[in-house]
């Protein structure tokens, strides 16, 4: 199941609007060249906005995500029609051969149980072809990102058309390492309206993801920073084997 931040058809519909920044999208979009990437699977595509990308750069993409509403904005958007988008998860995916699979936006840390996120690995092994890649960041623990998801530091206040003034903010709400939860409130103005999606991330060291991978098959090529986020990230680069 997808959160609420998620699958609100009204919270989705400004999603973009408030996570405008999508420069670490390039970095992404740079891997696919180098590996020479023709086709791929966006895990956790949310809105489309990198599905798309790759879509206009030539490549064939396939993008899945579990909530409704954030793939309704997809499908919306100008070139749309050129990527193949599924509702579920990976492990929901039919047959697929395709060259590249990546969760961007920490994607990863959604799934919270080992077995959850071991059958994960196996369903991406199984969509890739013969050495096929498998490219996703995860949050390095240690940097203690959650003692910035605060309402002083994550605090935004932002004019959209079409819907009015919106201030949204986070609040962690639990820290029981590996996992971390944390409310997001987001503020209609135009009509006084509170929602509220709480959100759990689970925080994998990098032995932990190496163990994972080489279980479902996979050899670590390279583990990178997030260009726009050094130091803050492990960006893997992990080869099918096979």
């Known amino acids: 199941m997808a959160d609420n931040v ?3 058809p009204r919270l989705a519909a400004i999603y973009d609007a408030l996570d405008s920044d999508r420069s670490d999208l390039a970095a992404y979009v740079a891997i696919a060249g180098e590996l020479g990437a023709r086709s791929v699977l966006d895990i956790g595509c949310g809105t489309g906005v990198f599905a798309c990308l790759l879509s206009d750069a030539g490549l064939e993409v396939t993008g899945v995500d579990p909530a409704a509403a954030m793939l309704e904005v997809a499908r919306a958007k100008p070139g749309a029609d050129r ?3 599924i509702h579920g998860v990976p492990t929901d995916l039919p047959p697929l051969q395709v060259d590249l699979a990546t969760m961007t936006g920490n994607v990863s840390q959604v799934f919270l149980e080992d077995e959850e996120w071991q059958r994960t690995l196996d369903a991406i092994r199984l969509a890739l072809g013969p050495g096929g890649y498998l490219v996703f960041e995860t949050r390095r623990p240690e940097r203690r990102a959650w003692e910035e998801w605060n309402r002083e530091q994550s605090f935004q206040r932002v004019e959209i058309q079409d819907v009015g003034l919106v201030e949204t903010w986070n609040e962690v709400i639990d820290v029981a390492l590996p996992l971390v939860t944390f409310r997001s409130t987001i503020v209609f ?6 929602l509220t999606s709480t959100s759990t991330l689970r925080f994998r060291t990098r032995e932990e993801v190496d163990r994972s991978l080489a279980r479902a ?3 670590v090529r390279d583990v990178r920073n997030a260009p726009d986020r050094p130091r803050k990230e492990y960006v893997f680069v992990a080869e099918r084997k096979g």
């Open 217 to 219: 098959g996979f050899r």
């Open 189 to 194: 103005h135009a009509d006084d309206t509170v």
């Open 83 to 85: 990527v193949r988008w």
């Open 6 to 8: 998620f699958e609100e």
